[in-house]
């Protein structure tokens, strides 16, 4: 990744060779990362990879072992009252003091000192902005998971910050829950904050409210742009599988082309794909099973460079969607189509398919 | 009680070792058949009231004033406990009493009324524990007290306090042996009452503590009249 | 079964009578108990928190030790007291040995491990990331604890109502420092004690019916907490 230059003007916080250590372990290791205004930032990593620990460092919440973070060009500390007033953070669980939803709300305007009014103001501005105006009063222990966090939302809201920060968002609550909690928060997040950085562990969500995404594995930034860039042109074997590339197929470069390269499968087959490697070099082609395209042997081809004919040898039904495995000579497929092209293609086990693929769609990694 | 023990090996004894007149209330209640008390006015009420079956009396111990050193405060010392009471109350003189209805309570309190003198005031401290707490209680707070001679002299060196009167007739400390009358071992009881008045016991009682203290701490008199 | 009826009635009634004997006796309880343990919670909460939340090599053995503390046998105490009080110990100078102020030192003794080893079982059952979330809203260092201790605040109550009652039921400790001396250092174990030996039953019976209501109301009390925990409504459709 290039550095950028020193000074960049939206640049609200920068962070400049971050190292966190625990118990002999690096958890965190970052060259630089920066969060400007004007957008929201996600950082996406499985479980265990450092992104929270990373928030809070940023945050200032957390002192790193090395390096240091800078809040407008000055070191940003928790001691300083403008950075205080201007980081905020919404930790994963709710954490919920005791009392009613109002008190939890009115905390950090307390702390702050604000008057009466405009602490009444801003906790209805909140309670509307995050549709819980009923729960004013309510007690915080009769709050259902879904409350909770719309509440712990809202009482970070309220003190207006420049950057927001969201651990995980959406981690606890269940599924039907969630759905509609991640509706609501793509249309509240762009107006929460001028600055939203949101760490997450879902490809799906990241990329769903997010204007940019730092794909961070085991305390490495190993990806940074716009959902698209890392959604088509995974930069990493990493990434490729945490954002649904997961299936993958090895074999050896046998020619390179301008943009794409000629591999040779472990299974014989030749694959035309996307990316740049040695020839003679071991690769993993990486490959979503939504990108594989079926059709009967008689129907028209594609523009799709890679073309093999094969036969269903599985079928996997998962609600809507249903997970096909195809056998062809010696190589394993798998292919996620709609119950409805299911239908009207008539697969079944054993019934011949052909199975095509654009070079695009395939990522190419050395091993 | 080895050495009944071993006379009446039939017998199996439990003591309980409390003050006389609590002793003398739980033979009251049956929960005792034979009680060994030294306070013959509450042993008089005890047979008056029909409980006992037959009293003797097995020995006797003295009672000492004891009290802090120096010459402060032998200047109550006399002869007589009467005068040497009479003294410590003018003096105002810190006293600590059992005041727990014990034998030596009531010892205590005959020995007041006997002196013409009102126990009360600031200088009067009724403890309401046992001998032992009290006699380190008079020694920490420099005190004076009534207590008996055994429990004094096994306590001395631990204690403050010396000996303030002794020797006065009105000291002396009866002890008697009784039998309870609805007593649920009859037979122990009266094994027992006999056999502490007899002969052998009564020489054991005369030798006991003159190893330790040069002197005897008990008089026996059984047979006396 | 005569005994107990006549010695409840009786006793009924000399408390209803306001008699002078008991009632100074249950003051004075009262008063060397909760001096304790207003002490001991000025001792014991900061000692039972900092334990709580602080983390140092030794800490396993200090908070081993502190929570000795909440079996600390009262005539252990009491002899150490004692000692220390009397004469020839370090503060003998200070005279208080049977009066008031060893009671309270003794029981100070008893309720402040107590209460230190109550308030840390508390303070750790609030999650640590509730200072953290408090600081990341801009609270202070300071605010950020206080706020931990407040969600902590229903088991410092029941702390107190445990080392309340535990410090007013002990017997030891408080006879052998105080010297059970009428109009001055007798209290209720303590009386309970020289009455039922003086055969006093009545008495004794009066001043245990109190001691009873007085260890009744403290478990009521934290019995009264612990149920307070929190409820979940049916979660509402979002």
Not at chain 1, 332 to 360: C, D, F, N
Request: hydrophobic share 45%.
């Amino acid at each position: 990744m290039d550095v950028p230059p020193e000074s960049r003007i939206e640049a609200l916080l920068r962070g400049e060779g971050l190292l966190r250590t625990y118990e002999g372990r690096r958890v965190v290791d970052v060259d630089w990362i920066e969060v400007r205004t004007g957008e929201v930032l996600a950082l996406l990593g499985p479980n265990g990879a450092g992104k929270s620990t990373l928030m809070r460092l940023l945050a200032a919440l957390e002192p790193a072992d090395a390096g240091r973070v800078l809040y407008r060009g000055r070191e940003a500390r928790r001691s300083d009252p403008e950075f205080r007033r201007a980081a905020v953070a919404v930790l994963q669980k709710s954490y919920l003091w005791r009392g009613t939803v109002v008190q939890n709300l009115e905390f950090g305007l307390k702390v702050r000192r604000v008057s009466a009014q405009v602490r009444r103001e801003r906790v209805r501005g909140v309670l509307e902005a995050l549709q819980i105006t009923h729960l004013t009063e309510a007690p915080v222990d009769t709050l259902s998971g879904g409350e909770a966090q719309r509440v712990a939302l809202a009482r970070a809201m309220a003190l207006e910050p420049e950057i927001l920060f969201l651990d995980e968002p959406t981690a606890d609550l269940d599924v039907t829950v969630r759905r509609g909690w991640l509706a609501d928060l793509e249309r509240i997040v762009r107006h929460a904050a001028p600055a939203i950085v949101l760490i997450t562990h879902d490809p799906g969500e990241a990329f769903a409210l997010a204007d940019r995404v730092v794909v961070i594995e085991e305390g490495r930034i190993v990806q940074e742009g716009a959902p698209p860039d890392i959604f088509e042109a995974p930069a990493t074997e990493f990434v490729a599988s945490f954002t649904g590339a997961e299936f993958m197929l090895d074999g050896e470069v046998t020619e390179t082309r301008e943009a794409t390269l000629i591999v040779r499968l472990d299974s014989g087959q030749a694959l035309e794909a996307a990316g740049r490697a040695e020839v003679g070099g071991r690769v993993r082609v990486a490959y979503r099973p939504e990108d594989v395209i079926i059709g009967l042997p008689s129907s028209s081809t594609t523009s799709a460079r890679n073309r093999f004919t094969g036969r269903v040898a599985r079928l996997h039904p998962q609600g809507g969607l249903v997970r096909t495995r195809l056998e062809i000579d010696g190589l394993s497929l798998e292919v996620l189509i709609t119950r409805h092209a299911l239908e009207e293609l008539g697969l079944a086990v054993g019934v011949p398919v052909v199975a095509q693929m654009k070079a695009t769609a395939l990522h190419v990694f050395p091993v | 009680m080895p050495a009944f023990r071993e006379a009446h090996p039939e017998y199996r004894v439990r003591v309980i070792a409390v003050g006389s007149g609590e002793a003398l209330r739980l033979a009251a209640r049956g929960d005792a058949d034979v009680v060994l008390s030294h306070s013959p006015r509450a042993e008089e009420e005890f047979m008056a009231a029909g409980y006992g079956g037959a009293r003797r009396q097995v020995m006797f111990n003295d009672f000492l004033i004891v009290g802090p050193s120096g010459d402060e405060a032998s200047r109550c010392r006399r002869l007589d406990v009467a005068s040497a009471l009479t003294c410590l109350a003018e003096s105002g003189a810190l006293f600590i009493s059992r005041g727990d209805d014990s034998g030596t309570h009531a010892k205590e309190r005959l020995l007041w009324t006997a002196a013409g003198v009102e126990p009360e005031g600031d200088w009067y401290l009724e403890a309401g524990q046992g001998m032992g707490a009290v006699l380190m209680m008079a020694s920490e707070k420099g005190a004076y007290t009534l207590s008996d001679r055994g429990t004094y002299l096994s306590m001395r060196e631990r204690l403050r306090l010396e000996v303030l009167v002794e020797g006065d007739p009105v000291l002396r400390n009866q002890y008697a042996v009784i039998t309870v009358r609805d007593a649920s071992n009859l037979e122990g009881a009266r094994a027992f009452a006999e056999w502490i008045a007899a002969p052998n016991a009564q020489a054991l009682i005369g030798e006991f503590g003159v190893e330790r203290f040069g002197r005897p701490l008990f008089s026996p008199n059984a047979a006396a009249r | 079964m005569d005994v107990f009826v006549d010695a409840i009635r009786q006793a009924i009634q000399l408390l209803l009578s306001g008699d002078p004997y008991l009632w100074q006796i249950v003051s004075r309880s009262l008063q060397v108990s909760g001096l304790a343990v207003l002490l001991g919670l000025l001792a014991g909460i900061p000692l039972g928190t900092w334990l709580g939340l602080a983390r140092f090599p030794c800490r396993g053995i200090a908070v081993a030790l502190v929570n000795t503390g909440l079996a600390l046998p009262p005539v252990v105490v009491g002899l150490f007291v004692y000692v220390t009080l009397s004469r020839q110990g370090p503060l003998g100078s200070l005279g208080w040995l049977y009066t008031p102020s060893a009671m309270v030192s003794a029981q100070f003794v008893l309720a402040a491990p107590y209460v230190a080893a109550i308030t840390l079982a508390a303070v750790q059952s609030v999650p640590p990331d509730l200072r953290l979330q408090a600081r990341a809203l801009g609270a202070s260092r300071w605010q950020a604890l206080l706020l931990h201790l407040r969600e902590a605040r229903l088991s410092l109550m029941a702390a107190v109502a445990a080392g309340f009652g535990a410090v007013i039921s002990e017997v030891g400790a408080v006879i052998m420092v105080g010297g059970n001396v009428h109009g001055e250092t007798r209290v209720i174990t303590t009386a309970i004690v020289l009455e039922t030996r003086r055969g006093q039953f009545a008495t004794a019976m009066a001043l245990g019916l109190i001691l009873l209501a007085i260890a009744f109301t403290a478990n009521a009390f934290i019995t009264r907490v612990q149920q307070a925990q929190p409820r979940r409504r049916r979660p509402l459709a979002s």
